[in-house]
């Protein structure tokens, strides 16, 4: 928990951003797997975290503007839940240490935001994302769960963004523990990865050093020998010889501040010559990226870049023909870099996707793209200084979508299919790191993880 | 997957024991924890697998007895799906491997089942744990969220409880690979557990057990040197020379069969004499009670012949004083033993819990009690061949109780609160075993995995 200052400025520029009405925030319930009282380990939402430090189940919080309160709204332990669970700080001298005076009943709330609603005043609160929330804000604001993402506040939406967005030193150096974790994590990746494991065994391993200091995993680890396989939670499959190994995998520390780290690796000792030509390429463009982000830059225009240097790359391999320029102008780097360049990251690795990336990655005049790969820019907006964002380009041959533009001709006068049918097979590279934007350029967070091919072999 | 045809004969049993109407599953939805793409790893309702065998998300199944009909509603992955998430087994196919002909999308579900109320047909389905149900039950049968559980089907409930209750030759083995798998993470528990590590960082480490296995834990890891708070999920502390390390902490299979297991092991090399001493009064229990589990047997019965053994044990410490057996019969135990004996084992390490402990653990004439202790012991009925249950007696030593009671006087007759006030601080100790009853007695699942003094102490 950071110092009770911390928290009663943020609620003081909230309130002044937010400027009337009441603000709701919704914290997270316990979340039953397979029963109820079978939990998964409980993850408090990231804004009740930022405004409130709180982090147990079962709370909300209201900021009454024009009443000028501030109230937390949970249940101390009865004596019979002490005997189950120990004794706990109470409640009240938990939230006194972010300034939080009053606490409430949790049955009182209902009838709170009622005597608000009476009042005329404007009950602002988040898009939900739990379902538990959804059946809260029926029950307490009869919002229709059909309706209640379209109903939350873009006021609260926008002054929430407006703050998250900007880290606090105090912040990046909880961030930077948390990469420092992840690092741990990705050397443990690179010692204990050989042929014959399954992508689990090692992906287990990983996991335990994001428990064993003290927090857990920001995301559900991506360890796989078919890295361009963006999105796969499966984690089967044994490893061999001659394959790659994309490892995607961050801790978040005991505060929530998460990490977010990808290195790709030979399973084996060494990367072969095409390997090691094609990691080169996304290197080179990752680097690149990174050395172009700076206050005032679009991350836009960075992705362009990162995906011009791919197209640079793929050109010298004989996969891309023409101006590099001219075919991403034309997004044949689509075929190969599916995804964006990066995101923010803060109290959630995709800090604050939940609030909508239009407002988080975007800016009025700044819309997002609706065109294959761009729509997949979580930011496009002009860097500022305190900004934290990855930065991971990648080269991924995906079968399914080769085919599908290969079966068009799709865009032929940039890609030479033939030559493009040998890496069919090739699967995927990423590489990641997380930087912090400074006043005249970027800095990359946490302690440094080798990604030259060189250092990379040297350590398998 | 179990064989095509287990899956075809259980639904026919049910639809048998449940005789008329529709029978609605829903299955588990994938779950966000702080916004809704980044997921817990995604947990399949038990009921739907041991029925549909299918594990993945956002399914829902009918069995529409009267029509004769059984259908999984889901969405087949769009191409655009695919470039995400690799090419996975078409739905159909899925469906065909458990003996299900019929797969529609989702978006009918909602029509059919309006279409079985207008024809009065009753749908029947089992008590909602996940918000995510109550909304779905909400919206496609105007189910009020407050009333979901009371509406949830009675005969459903028995029918399944009739059917989960007797585990089948293939989900023992299934059950013991899990219970396998368990031993080896106490095994790496009693290896690595040495004073200056944090709980969670052993913890960490039998968690990565678990999923290189192939599955994950079947709940949360207990691992405390405080074993007697009994629902600690907090392992921050540094573990100590001289503490007691009790660790509850089982694995599942990828077919989500569970196992569950508890030691209690010196966090140094060596029990110290009084540990020792009540360490086999535990052991005692434990071991008296799993002989005498067999056919006909009341659980209950057992759980007050190990609270007995418990109590004796204490009374040669000098804590407890008078008649054991008299003293159980007047609650002194549930100031020590304030849980149940054990509880069904099976797709959910407590068995059907959410389909309500009076069906599962009792009978019509056998009704749960209300008393503390007692309204914790999840199951009282008679074993029967097939039935799978932990036996887990414990001893804990809970400062809050001990001082509410000795405030009061309470029972003093039997205990001795002088004595008592020595063992304010011992902690807690726990040793439990998965079992199987057999025609004739009961069978200890999975590999022997230590619990003598000495057999632990070797290990050490």
């Not at 003290?214 to 995301?219: A, F, K, L, M, Q």
Request: hydrophobic share 35%; net charge negative.
């Amino acid at each position: 928990m950071f110092s009770q200052d911390t928290y009663i400025k943020r609620r003081q520029i909230l309130k002044q951003k937010v400027g009337s009405g009441l603000i709701l925030f919704l914290g997270n319930e316990e979340s039953g797997m397979n029963y109820r009282d079978n939990v998964y380990t409980f993850r408090q939402d990231s804004s009740f975290l930022y405004y409130f430090g709180l982090d147990a189940a079962s709370l909300h919080a209201v900021i009454d503007i024009e009443n000028d309160q501030e109230i937390i709204f949970g249940d101390e332990l009865t004596i019979d839940d002490i005997v189950w669970t120990g004794p706990k700080e109470p409640l009240t001298e938990k939230a006194a240490k972010v300034g939080i005076q009053k606490v409430r009943p949790s049955k009182t709330l209902s009838e709170y935001l009622k005597s608000a609603q009476n009042s005329k005043q404007t009950v602002h609160f988040l898009p939900p994302y739990r379902a538990e929330h959804y059946l809260k804000l029926q029950e307490w604001l009869e919002v229709n769960p059909a309706q209640a993402s379209q109903l939350a506040s873009v006021t609260l939406i926008k002054a929430v963004v407006s703050m998250r967005s900007y880290k606090s030193e105090e912040e990046i150096t909880e961030i930077e523990k948390a990469v420092n974790t992840s690092v741990d994590m990705h050397l443990e990746f690179m010692r204990i990865t050989q042929p014959g494991l399954t992508e689990k065994q090692v992906a287990g391993k990983l996991q335990s050093l994001a428990i064993g200091q003290g927090g857990d995993i920001s995301y559900p680890i991506i360890l796989t020998v078919n890295g361009e396989i963006l999105h796969t939670h499966t984690r089967d499959l044994v490893m061999r010889d001659g394959q790659l190994s994309l490892c995607d995998a961050g801790a978040e520390t005991a505060m929530h501040y998460c990490g977010d780290l990808t290195r790709t690796i030979p399973t084996g000792k060494k990367f072969t010559t095409i390997q090691k030509e094609m990691y080169e390429i996304v290197l080179n463009a990752e680097e690149s990226a990174i050395r172009a982000c700076k206050p005032g830059v679009l991350f836009k225009d960075v992705h362009t870049l990162a995906s011009t240097k791919l197209l640079e790359g793929l050109k010298e391999v004989g996969i891309i023909k023409g101006d590099p320029a001219e075919a991403v102008a034309n997004d044949v780097h689509t075929l190969f870099f599916q995804c964006g360049l990066g995101h923010m990251m803060g109290l959630d690795v995709h800090d604050m996707e939940n609030l909508g990336e239009q407002y988080v990655g975007y800016t009025e005049d700044l819309k997002k793209g609706t065109a294959f790969g761009w729509k997949s820019l979580r930011m496009g907006r002009a860097l500022e200084p305190g900004f934290v964002v990855t930065v991971e380009p990648g080269l991924y041959f995906i079968p399914t979508l080769i085919d599908r533009w290969k079966s068009e001709n799709k865009l032929s006068q940039f890609i030479d299919y033939n030559k493009l049918e040998s890496f069919r097979d090739f699967t995927g590279i990423r590489i990641e790191d997380d930087i912090v934007i400074t006043e005249t350029g970027n800095r990359i967070l946490g302690k440094e993880l080798v990604k030259s091919v060189e250092g990379i072999e040297g350590l398998r």
